[in-house]
């Protein structure tokens, strides 16, 4: 599903910046200077930069793990550098899907209840957050793994289950941190197949990487250096038959 270029922009930063302050109040560093970047709706994006770019912060800053210093954040249109922290807990929970190179499941849950869990935070009733697990475990091709728990998966296997748990709130963003980084290469190209997937059904996708072959298969790449945008190239992308 092609994006639609005239859309509003599902992420769109003005001037953001993030500065680390000392106990005594000086100045530690300053991770982001002024950043713009916007990202509309169905959009393939990689983030990149070498260790110390930035892109570390402006992936916690997308994901309203933290608060930009100064600027703009609106996210799917609503201004979030503005919010509570309850309200922008909440909105999080709501808009975005996580997914780390760590997996970060529960061991002594089974596969369907760790997938379960955002919801069980959002107060969605038992059956239906048994439904949803069910529905997005199926579409990551997991369903024949009902009732097992993380140490009986392989590694490509847990990560499936982490981006199954990304999509059960039905978010209007993906963020993706080294999704691959814990993996073997085969295994990797075949969770990046599964990002293919979603990005042709008009997910929205931000995934930091260092690794230009996981980079080549978005549309779209922003690199910083010293906290500043350095380049922003998209290009058309050719998608599997």
């Given at each position: 599903m092609p994006h639609d270029a005239t859309s509003s922009p599902v992420i769109d930063i003005r001037g953001v910046t993030k500065v680390y302050y000392k106990p005594d109040g000086s100045i530690m560093a300053q991770a982001l200077h002024g950043i713009d970047v916007a990202i509309r709706r169905g959009e393939y994006v990689a983030i990149m930069g070498s260790s110390g770019s930035g892109k570390s912060t402006l992936m916690n800053v997308l994901g309203c793990l933290d608060r930009p210093t100064a600027g703009d954040y609106f996210l799917d249109?609503?201004?979030v550098a503005k919010?509570?922290?309850e309200e922008l807990s909440r909105y999080r929970g709501q808009t975005i899907g996580?997914?780390?190179?760590?997996f970060n499941l529960i061991p002594e849950l089974t596969i369907e209840a760790n997938v379960e869990v955002p919801l069980f935070y959002?107060?969605?009733p038992p059956a239906q957050r048994r439904e949803r697990s069910l529905e997005c475990l199926k579409l990551v091709q997991l369903d024949h793994?009902?009732?097992?728990?993380p140490r009986e998966l392989s590694?490509?296997?847990m990560q499936r289950v982490a981006i199954?748990?990304?999509l059960v709130t039905k978010p209007v963003l993906l963020l993706a941190d080294e999704p691959t980084g814990n993996l073997d290469t085969t295994t990797g190209q075949a969770i990046l197949e599964v990002f293919d997937q979603l990005h042709q059904q008009g997910m929205t996708i931000a995934m930091v990487t260092h690794d230009p072959t996981v980079s080549e298969r978005c549309e779209r790449v922003v690199r910083l250096k010293d906290g500043v945008v350095e380049t922003d190239v998209s290009r058309v992308r050719a998608m599997p038959a």
């Amino acid at each position: 599903m092609p994006h639609d270029a005239t859309s509003s922009p599902v992420i769109d930063i003005r001037g953001v910046t993030k500065v680390y302050y000392k106990p005594d109040g000086s100045i530690m560093a300053q991770a982001l200077h002024g950043i713009d970047v916007a990202i509309r709706r169905g959009e393939y994006v990689a983030i990149m930069g070498s260790s110390g770019s930035g892109k570390s912060t402006l992936m916690n800053v997308l994901g309203c793990l933290d608060r930009p210093t100064a600027g703009d954040y609106f996210l799917d249109g609503k201004n979030v550098a503005k919010m509570g922290d309850e309200e922008l807990s909440r909105y999080r929970g709501q808009t975005i899907g996580f997914i780390f190179q760590a997996f970060n499941l529960i061991p002594e849950l089974t596969i369907e209840a760790n997938v379960e869990v955002p919801l069980f935070y959002q107060g969605v009733p038992p059956a239906q957050r048994r439904e949803r697990s069910l529905e997005c475990l199926k579409l990551v091709q997991l369903d024949h793994r009902i009732g097992h728990r993380p140490r009986e998966l392989s590694g490509g296997q847990m990560q499936r289950v982490a981006i199954a748990r990304a999509l059960v709130t039905k978010p209007v963003l993906l963020l993706a941190d080294e999704p691959t980084g814990n993996l073997d290469t085969t295994t990797g190209q075949a969770i990046l197949e599964v990002f293919d997937q979603l990005h042709q059904q008009g997910m929205t996708i931000a995934m930091v990487t260092h690794d230009p072959t996981v980079s080549e298969r978005c549309e779209r790449v922003v690199r910083l250096k010293d906290g500043v945008v350095e380049t922003d190239v998209s290009r058309v992308r050719a998608m599997p038959a």
